[in-house]
């Protein structure tokens, strides 16, 4: 009768009636487009609002144009450094069993929870005029707060665990047989991660790094605290967008602020896109299960 | 070959201390890793505590509990527990919508839920404020009515609420998809109503998940910054949230008073990481169990 009644794949019986049915759905609905739609349409109304040219020409700006390549530049040194890690943290979290192994992953996760403008404070701490390094800095005339470095610091604190939350559960739930199988063939350490680990995890890998790039390129409470604000110096795409909106000038600034939005759109098809390959390799996993030795 | 094609040896435990040294990189990844977080997050983190150790008693307690200071603290963390209150309700309503009930559009409407997550919070911020100031789309549909939600309060837990969208939603999702169907349709062979099934077999089911997502919704709120500034009016006692204050004593070179403040707030982060573990292992060993 239990197997009878199941429909594999579908969701048979929703017991809940019709009426319940429509109310959740009109509420959900609801509350996404009030939530989630609007704020994005309003984004490009906003910036379209005086035409395509005053759009372009508020990109064009010498000030946006180098809030632009700061931003880039900041994304390109702290994204690789938090990608190298987020590999190395999740291939010894996930591969190895060690004393005080949860606590680490607890304090990988601890940037999560530390608010934005905490974290520029302590870079402040660290390195500003008033701070632990600041004297030795000052004599050594090296600038990090209210520079470039305090910038790349503060950017790579707030999205430290991104790729590392991506991958961790899922080379936990892969396990280690294939990279042992590897192993015990004879292939190096290197080329059991770029032959066997990689390709497994290759979509994760790919979410995590562009989550963490739009995360990078969008952080601003804690670009914020180090920046100082310079204008066409130490200005990132957020806060050009600050300055603008504080200056009445809203279409500039939100024409800026499109270029962000459709970061983060790219951000997130490259999450259903990885979502859908994932479950396609994991259908094509089951489907090839019964070959394998049937296990006792 | 046995203990190979069982499978997880990681998880089984059998044989686990020889097969594992089989692979190689663990001193290497290990210390990159610890190494690498100590230089970025907990050096600089420990740091701030020991700044706050060289303040003087009288100072951090007079900077710490300022009025001004308090009705932030007010603000920020009943402002949180609002929006994660909210995000409670409808992020169990739309993961049940997307779990349970197929409709067009539910592709599209799985991927945007993450789009707090994506989108900088200065772009929501000033997005959020275009909509609900009085000559907005929203805003303007609502002032007749007396209602007003940007530049006071509300603007605040409205902020927060897009913020804390995605925690509940992902955190209940996969654990609602796991959920047995077996044991509702038991429920109601066995007579239940619908919602004697979700009270007694669904809601138990998910109720961690839906805590820890609160919790993270929560913990995220309390430390957001640049969705909310812009919306929030930022008049002093009235709308002013506790990162703004930290902000504030810094560009008035208060460094001691800034210390201070974030230290309350860092002790409240650490707090709410620990609750969030907490909760995340009991959810663990209730799965565990169910299985």
């Known amino acids: 009768m239990n197997g009878e009644s199941r429909h594999p794949g579908k969701r048979a019986a929703r017991s809940e009636p019709a009426w319940v049915r429509w109310a959740l759905l009109t509420l959900a609905l609801a509350f996404v487009f009030l939530f989630l739609l609007l704020p994005l349409a309003a984004v490009f109304v906003e ?9 372009v020409s508020a990109l064009a700006e010498p000030e946006a144009l180098s809030a632009i390549g700061l931003t880039l530049l900041v994304a390109v040194v702290a994204v690789p450094c938090n990608l190298v890690f987020g590999v190395s943290a999740a291939w010894a979290i996930a591969k190895f069993e060690f004393p005080g192994k949860s606590a680490l992953t607890t304090l990988i996760d601890l940037p999560f929870s530390v608010s934005p403008v905490v974290a520029g404070l302590v870079y402040v701490l660290m390195f500003g005029a008033h ?51 590897s192993i015990v063939l004879g292939a190096s350490g290197w080329q059991t991660f770029w032959y066997v680990t990689l390709p497994n995890i290759r979509w994760a890998l790919l979410y995590g790094v562009i989550l963490c790039n739009a995360r990078a390129m969008g952080e601003f409470g804690a670009v914020s605290v180090v920046s100082g604000h310079i204008r066409g110096q130490t200005n990132t795409m957020p806060l050009h967008i600050e300055i603008l909106y504080n200056e009445y000038q809203s279409v500039a600034a939100f024409a800026v602020a499109t270029l962000l939005t459709l970061l983060a759109l790219v951000t997130l098809l490259v999450k259903s896109l990885a979502e859908w390959k994932f479950e396609r390799q994991q259908r094509t996993a089951q489907t090839l299960s019964p070959e394998r030795p049937v296990s006792p | 070959m046995q203990t190979l094609a069982a499978g997880r040896p990681a998880v089984s435990g059998a044989g686990r201390g020889k097969s594992l040294r089989v692979l190689p990189g663990f001193k290497l ?67 049940w919508v997307l779990v349970r009930y197929e409709f067009f559009g539910k592709k599209l409407i799985d991927a945007l839920v993450d789009l707090p997550f994506a989108l900088p919070t200065a772009v929501a911020g000033i997005s959020l404020t275009a909509l609900l100031a009085t000559n907005g789309w929203v805003g303007s549909l609502l002032e007749p009515y007396g209602i007003v939600l940007a530049f006071n309060p509300n603007g605040v837990v409205i902020a927060l609420t897009f913020i804390g969208l995605p925690f509940v939603v992902r955190t209940v999702q996969p654990v609602l998809e796991d959920c047995e169907q077996e044991l509702e349709e038991a429920a109601m062979c066995l007579g239940a109503t619908p919602w004697q099934s979700f009270a007694h077999v669904i809601f138990p089911t998910i109720a961690p998940a839906l805590l820890t997502g609160f919790a993270m919704a929560f913990a995220r709120g309390v430390g957001e910054y640049g ?54 292992t009991w959810q663990r060993q209730r799965l565990g169990a169910s299985s």
């Open chain 1, 47 to 55: 910036a379209f609002r005086k035409g395509l040219d005053s759009y």
């Open chain 1, 131 to 181: 701070g632990w390094f600041g004297p030795w800095l000052m004599a050594h005339d090296i600038k990090i707060i209210f520079a470039l470095p305090g910038m790349v610091l503060a950017t790579t604190f707030v999205t430290f665990p991104f790729v590392a939350r991506e991958l961790l559960p899922l080379m936990q739930s892969q396990g280690t047989d294939e990279e042992q199988a």
């Open chain 2, 29 to 95: 990844t290990l210390a990159f890793t610890l190494f690498y977080l100590s230089i970025i997050v907990l050096i600089p983190l420990s740091g701030l505590f020991a700044k706050t150790l060289t303040l003087d008693w009288q100072h951090f307690v007079a900077a710490v509990s300022s009025p001004r200071v308090l009705a932030s603290y007010r603000l920020t963390f009943g402002a949180s527990f609002i929006a994660a209150l909210v995000n409670t309700f409808f992020g169990l309503v739309i993961a």
């Open chain 2, 227 to 280: 969705s909310v500034i812009f919306i929030a009016g930022n008049m002093p006692m009235v709308s002013e949230i506790t990162p703004l204050i930290i902000i504030g004593k810094l560009e008035q070179y208060d460094y001691a008073g800034a210390t201070a403040v974030a230290s309350v707030l860092l002790v409240a982060s650490f707090a709410m990481l620990f609750v969030i573990n907490a909760l995340q």
